[in-house]
């Protein structure tokens, strides 16, 4: 069994890659994970930002 992990993506970077990686891991595009992280601004501001110094960058690709 192989466990995928939460990276950053190295390929759908706008600023860090945090909404690309996230989209990776749950199949999402991309685009969907940006507009949700916008509509929930407040809260997601500081995700964001934990999210971005804590993940590491997916170089598998």
Known sequence: MIL???M????????FGVCGG???FFG???FIV?????F??????WIY???ASS???NRSL
């Open 55 to 57: 993940l590491k960058e």
């Open 8 to 15: 950053k993506s190295s390929r759908d970077k706008a600023l």
């Open 22 to 24: 996230i989209a990776e």
């Open 49 to 51: 930002l934990f999210l």
């Open 34 to 38: 940006r507009i949700i992280f916008i």
């Open 28 to 30: 999402l595009s991309p």
């Open 40 to 45: 929930t601004t407040p809260v997601s501001f």
């Open 4 to 6: 995928k992990k939460l």
